[in-house]
């Protein structure tokens, strides 16, 4: 089966820009999920949805960064206006509500705010 | 969400056996024991997970203590390919149950 696809796979921007990262889950998978992962750091997950409807979104910075999944199915990430502290790489995971417990990441995309 | 914790780091000898520790005190009786692996430049990728009984699957083992307050993540012959940070991560009974990451353990695996 296909994995998750994320993209861009780079993105280079100036504080106060704005910016936007773009998931696929795969294909089926109910729940969707962004994490943000800063260097030498665990993943924090920031958002999950159970189809296009948010489940937890406690730990968004709701200033500045928002997200959606129209149709329950991709999902973009927007950043609007980035800060320094930014910087890091941002992934998307999905995961069935059937059989296996396990999720599946994409790659993610690495945020570099200068 | 119950707390893990595991090692910073540990070091292992290529195709010798990795005994990866994850101590969980605090778990409660409907809390999943899942691993993950993260390749450098990568997403986390899911090994494997168990409740009670010990595990086995292509890429690795769970043996998990009577208590269930600890467990060990077993790779039974170290390539230089399974040096990454593991993460040892407790996952409620709901499918959807959050998986809440710690710092994990860096593996390094020595030729």
């Known amino acids: 089966e296909a994995g998750v696809a994320q993209s861009p796979r780079y993105k280079i921007i100036e504080k106060r820009q704005s910016v936007a990262f773009w998931c696929n889950p795969i294909?089926?998978?109910?729940?969707l999920y962004w994490y943000q992962q800063i260097l030498g750091q665990g993943p924090k997950l920031l958002i999950q949805?159970?189809?296009?409807?948010?489940?937890?979104d406690s730990q968004l910075p709701k200033d500045r960064f928002s997200a959606e999944r129209l149709k329950g199915v991709d999902s973009t990430l927007k950043i609007q206006p980035a800060k320094l502290e930014d910087s890091a790489v941002y992934l998307c995971a999905s995961s069935s509500t059937e059989g296996s417990y396990g999720y599946t990441f994409g790659s993610g995309t690495r945020l570099t705010v200068v | 969400d119950a707390k893990t914790t595991q090692p910073n780091s540990m070091e292992s000898n290529e195709e010798e056996p990795v005994h990866l520790p994850c101590n969980h005190s605090?778990?409660?009786?409907?809390?999943?024991i899942h691993w993950y692996r993260q390749l450098p430049s990568q997403g986390p990728e899911y090994v494997i997970h168990?409740?009670?009984s010990n595990v086995n699957n292509r890429m690795a083992s769970l043996a998990i203590a009577e208590d269930r307050k600890s467990s060990t993540l077993i790779l039974h012959r170290a390539t230089l390919r399974d040096a990454a940070v593991y993460y040892c991560?407790?996952?409620?009974?709901?499918?959807?149950?959050?998986?809440?990451f710690g710092q994990g353990t860096t593996l390094q695996v020595k030729p």
């Open positions: 605090t778990i409660s009786g409907t809390d999943y």
């Open positions: 991560i407790l996952r409620g009974s709901s499918n959807t149950g959050k998986l809440i």
């Open positions: 949805f159970q189809n296009n409807g948010v489940v937890d």
């Open positions: 168990g409740l009670t």
């Open positions: 294909s089926g998978h109910a729940t």
